[in-house]
């Protein structure tokens, strides 16, 4: 008999997906950079910055990660999915609001 055993890491179990944590995708990723300002990324803390970034609306940031911007790489140097970027980017809109 086989037995198929299922491991979640960083996410929540839904039916046949995996709900993916912005903030661990924050953590994991983008806060090597944006923490402490890493090659002119906009410091997480610095809210009138991201307040800027904000108000060009979502579709323009997820570009940004997406294509790469200044320093940072198209998906920020890791395969991270359009699910993963879009997690990260509402976790992110959420602390600098």
């Not at 924050?26 to 108000?55: F, M, N």
Request: hydrophobic share 40%; net charge positive.
């Amino acid at each position: 008999m086989l037995k198929i055993v299922f491991v979640v890491l960083g996410g929540l179990w839904i039916g046949n997906a995996v709900a993916v944590d912005g903030k661990e995708v924050y953590d994991q990723v983008c806060s090597k950079c944006h923490r402490t300002g890493i090659d002119g990324a906009p410091k997480i803390s610095d809210k009138a910055e991201w307040s800027k970034r904000l108000a060009t609306g979502k579709p323009a940031l997820i570009k940004s990660v997406t294509e790469g911007k200044g320093e940072m790489p198209a998906r920020a140097g890791k395969e991270l999915s359009d699910e993963e970027i879009n997690a990260a980017f509402d976790y992110i809109a959420g602390l600098v609001k």
